[in-house]
């Protein structure tokens, strides 16, 4: 379902002739048809799913975030900008982001559910977050509210 909404938004931009959306889309699909393929050596046929799609766009996202603080440490706001631009596009194909305080919610139901008691249970909250908000959390902040949760 993913992967025909970016394709049909391609065809769109292409008819609108809107570069920087034309560019950062077959950058998109690019990147997608890399993990199908590599998906399909280890036997799903079908290429990667859109879990794995969603997954895919919040590692883009975080690339493009981690970018934008080194232009401008390095001064490069032009750069910076052009990151940007490329962060709403691929933006548009992710859910609704959850929130500081969504998140800690989304963290303490995990843990009561799972019944996770310290830190040796991170790996297994983590690995149960990642599985049911694929997309939705910025998992490097989840992991420091598992860590001060299960910490304490």
Known sequence: MIRTKIKDSLKEAMKSKDKRRISTLRLI??????????ARDKGADEGITDEE???MLTTMVRQRRE??????KGGRIDLAASEQ??????SDYLPKQFDEAETRKAVE???AEIGAQGLKDMGR??????TRFPGRM???KASAIVKEMLGA
């Open 29 to 38: 699909i690019a990147t997608l048809q890399d993990r199908d393929l590599a």
């Open 53 to 55: 799609i969603l997954q």
């Open 67 to 72: 970018s934008i603080t080194a232009y401008e």
């Open 85 to 90: 631009e490329e962060i709403d596009i691929i």
């Open 109 to 111: 139901k995990v843990i």
């Open 125 to 130: 909250t983590m690995a149960e977050l990642k």
């Open 138 to 140: 910025d998992f490097s």
